[in-house]
């Protein structure tokens, strides 16, 4: 009888131990890490002085107060148009620089690289090496292994609850959260947010790592439709490293690059270090693939290489399609000078200087007049007309603030606000303050249109102009 063999749906995850290396590229990883690890575990402790009353954090996001503190910037719910350009900017930036560059985002920037590097570097000082880590792999369950992989984990442990807390700590005021936090008097989010991103960071960085730039990373996917010809990528000169017969070992007779050319080898010795330092695991001399994040890493180790036995570096290097296929290759370098680079090159530019414009130019003063159409407009008993508003003054500023209401274009005796003309908001807060204008039925006829002027008390050269109208119909 036939027999089926039961098959799975899944490839069996392999291991990848990275072998470590040294290098520009790997220096430069090295920085960008150092960078985002200190911008990210330390803005929540740099204290930034505003207001007597506001908070003295550099970067709070203070959801029960609608608030984002950022340095001297407080951002409102109003501003959400800030959020839409940056979103933007955000995806252009990305565009323009996977055209230029390729995927170096994922190389060097990218969260998921940064706390994968953390990891690998927890994982390699406690086991050893790559062989070492390969050899503990291999082997039978015993008090070595027991003991390195349980340190090897608590850490992880211990360094994604850290980044999960870290990220918690931007919703309230560090120091009193922290106390809170270990003294069980914190809210029930924060454990929960804690737990959560503990656990996320823990399996991303420890357990899946390649898997999510390969599996889960839509930007993978997409990638091919934003490179072209002339992208910068990560790539292996096939015609210098292969030759007409291959590559081969530096062994006798094949050892100098006379030698080699000779006999038709290429400068490729074959040695596997650009695999073996890969953390997606790839050989980039297969060509252009999606699983490589441009981290260069295979460029240290080849150029490292070469060195050692003589030949020219650039093997593997950071280099264009179009110039590796070239018959003879020039110097690598940017090529900007294309209509979709310039394109996303200037819609950087312009959105971004609409932003730094938009926050540059923002006063600490948001108002908006509302007419009370019920009804429309009322005579009164010495047959003047009477119209009512709704003025909403926001206080974006850090300071209490005292704001003078007048009109213009109108006579200042026609607006009646009870008993005052100057409310006080307090920062962050807004007030909505009831208004009416009266006018003689001859002047309500022909003037349309007036401003309301709120001016706040301590910068008059930043008051506002709210331009609204008058109305009255009257029937003959």
């Known amino acids: 009888m036939p027999t089926t063999e039961a098959s799975s749906l899944y490839q069996k995850r392999i291991p990848i131990f990275t072998r470590s290396v040294k290098g520009k590229f790997r220096s430069f990883k090295t920085a960008m890490l150092t960078l985002a690890y ?7 402790w740099l204290p930034w002085h505003r207001g007597h009353e506001a908070v003295s954090q550099a970067v709070l996001f203070d959801l029960p107060g609608r608030k984002f503190y950022l340095f001297d910037l407080v951002v409102y719910p109003q501003d959400i148009f800030w959020l839409s350009l940056l979103l933007f900017i955000a995806g252009a930036l990305l565009f323009f620089a996977t055209g230029l560059v390729g995927r170096a985002f994922c190389g060097y920037f990218c969260f998921q690289t940064l706390w994968t590097d953390a990891f690998i570097f927890i994982e390699r000082t406690v086991q050893g090496e790559r062989p070492a880590r390969q050899r503990l792999y291999k082997q039978a369950w015993n008090a070595e292994k027991l003991g390195k992989l349980g340190l090897t984990h608590l850490l992880w442990l211990a360094w994604a609850f850290w980044t999960a807390f870290t990220f918690v700590l931007y919703y309230g005021h560090a120091p009193e959260l922290t106390v809170q936090f270990f003294s069980g008097k914190a809210p029930n989010v924060a454990y929960f947010t804690t737990l959560v991103l503990t656990l996320t960071t823990y399996v991303a960085a420890g357990w899946a790592r390649e898997q999510v730039c390969l599996y889960m990373c839509p930007y993978a996917r997409f990638q091919g439709v934003m490179y072209d010809p002339e992208t910068m990528a990560v790539a292996y000169d096939s015609r210098r490293g292969e030759g007409a017969a291959g590559r081969a070992l530096p062994r ?10 000779a006999k038709g080898h290429g400068d490729c010795i074959d040695c596997k270090l650009c695999v073996q330092v890969c953390p997606t695991g790839i050989d980039i001399r297969n060509g252009l693939q999606y699983q490589c994040i441009a981290c260069g890493l295979c460029v240290d180790a080849c150029n490292s290489v070469m060195d050692s036995i003589g030949f020219p570096q650039g093997l593997i290097r950071y280099d264009s399609e179009a110039n590796l296929s070239a018959k003879v290759p020039s110097k690598p370098r940017l090529h900007w000078k294309r209509l979709k680079i310039i394109g996303w090159g200037v819609a950087l530019a312009i959105m971004s200087g609409a932003l730094i414009s938009s926050v540059g130019h923002r006063t600490s003063l948001d108002a908006a007049v509302q007419q009370m159409r019920q009804p429309l407009f009322v005579m009164l008993s010495d047959g003047r007309i009477r119209n009512r508003y709704q003025i ?8 209490d603030e005292i704001y003078d209401i007048s009109t213009k274009g109108v006579p200042d005796t026609a607006l009646d606000m009870g008993n005052f003309r100057e409310v006080k908001v307090r920062a962050g807060k807004s007030l909505i303050v009831q208004a009416s204008v009266s006018l003689p039925q001859e002047m309500a006829e022909h003037d349309n249109s007036f401003e309301f002027m709120v001016t706040p ?3 008059p050269a930043h008051a506002v102009a709210l331009a609204t109208r008058f109305d009255y119909k009257h029937d003959e």
């Open 38 to 44: 200190a911008v990210y575990f330390g803005l929540p």
């Open 392 to 399: 909403r003054i926001t206080n974006k500023g850090v300071e």
């Open 252 to 261: 006798a007779g094949v050892r100098t690059l006379e030698e080699r050319k």
């Open 457 to 459: 008390r301590s910068q």
